[in-house]
């Protein structure tokens, strides 16, 4: 009796530790957020600080004149399982509307269009090594490049209040495109079904990265 009595106690208090460990792993990542300002829009996180393009990049001025560009977390929701990012050369030129990342997932890539015209001054080497960075941090550490953009002419990009509706919008487009063109549902409250990459076929996965990313 005594055993067993201090078999449950001991439980009980391995589970009372473990509760709080994800108590403080969830107010650690909640508190990063804030940090970064960054705000949830229906499962998805967006920076309102930012400027977006409509195929899911960002754009970030810099003190120096350059802009930073990255990812933003819907579109890497929908690449989930970045293995490598083959990024534009230091010093090339890039287009607006025009493809200049590819995303390698495995079997599956996808490309990035860019969402400014300018010419490239760095890169994120780590990120043609793994995209774990990408991953883990799309508004940080995972940025993609930088680049030197004339007068930084952020026209047709949307930003604040403006890119978190439009964001709302992507993600009412995703329900329903999942739904009417793949014959798939997302789970509740808007959430993607996991690894998009992994479970769709060659077929589907175009198909989803032309609707989002407008590429091939």
């Not at 995703?174 to 998009?196: N, Q, T, V, Y």
């Not at 175009?206 to 609707?211: G, K, S």
């Amino acid at each position: 009796m005594i055993l067993a009595c201090t078999i449950v106690l001991i439980s009980l208090l391995l589970l009372t530790m473990w509760g709080l460990f994800l108590l403080g792993e969830k107010g650690r990542e909640k508190a990063r957020r804030w940090r970064m300002g960054l705000q949830e829009v229906r499962g998805f996180l967006l920076h309102p600080g930012l400027y977006y393009y409509s195929g899911h990049t960002w754009v970030m001025p810099q003190e120096n004149g350059t802009v930073r560009i990255g990812l933003d977390d819907f579109g890497r929701r929908l690449v989930d399982g970045i293995r490598r990012v083959s990024l534009p050369p230091k010093g090339s030129l890039v287009l607006k509307g025009k493809s200049a990342i590819q995303l390698d997932c495995g079997k599956k890539r996808a490309k990035l269009l860019s969402p400014v015209d300018g010419v490239v001054t760095a890169v994120n080497e780590a990120l043609t090594e793994e995209g774990e960075a990408l991953e883990r941090d799309p508004y940080g550490k995972g940025w993609l490049f930088t680049a030197r953009v004339p007068n930084q002419s952020f026209t047709g990009l949307l930003t604040g209040t403006a890119a978190m509706e439009w964001l709302k919008g992507e993600t009412d487009r995703l329900s329903l495109f999942l739904h009417r063109e793949l014959g798939l549902m997302a789970a509740d409250g808007g959430e993607l079904i996991p690894k998009p990459p992994a479970m769709l076929s060659e077929e589907q996965w175009q198909t989803l990265i032309r609707a989002f990313f407008y590429t091939s």
